[in-house]
């Protein structure tokens, strides 16, 4: 089982950055996660990427915008989030699991969570 803490969520206004990060120990997986859930509405896949680094997926309303990558050294992973809008105002969540490739995007193939961090977009 990873364990796994996210940190450096706030709140910002639109066209400002934040990055995310997630702390991880006790294990490995095959896929590191970030997702983000707004009140309301269902989990949503912001981004994947392969526990070696090189395979990277971001979902199409992030693309260009937000960036997943990982410090071995630091034992983290990190979402780079730049251009932020109100519309990506959630609690995010990082995760851990074995999906096969073409089920990255679906929250229900990942076992270890992280307890969430706030972010909030203002207008």
């Known amino acids: 089982q990873v364990q796994l803490v996210e940190s450096g969520g706030g709140l910002v206004q639109a066209g400002d950055s934040l990055r995310l990060s997630c702390a991880t120990s006790?294990?490995?997986?095959?896929?590191l996660a970030w997702f983000r859930q707004a009140p309301g509405k269902e989990r949503q896949f912001v981004a994947a990427?392969?526990?070696?680094?090189?395979?990277?997926y971001h979902a199409d309303d992030v693309k260009g915008r937000f960036s997943i990558s990982r410090d071995n050294a630091k034992k983290q992973f990190s979402l780079e989030m730049n251009n932020l809008k109100p519309e990506d105002t959630a609690t995010y969540f990082c995760a851990a699991g074995n999906p096969i490739t073409s089920a990255v995007r679906d929250p229900a193939n990942y076992r270890d969570w992280g307890q969430g961090t706030q972010v909030t977009v203002s207008s």
């Open positions: 990427m392969g526990w070696t680094g090189t395979t990277r």
């Open positions: 006790g294990g490995t997986m095959r896929w």
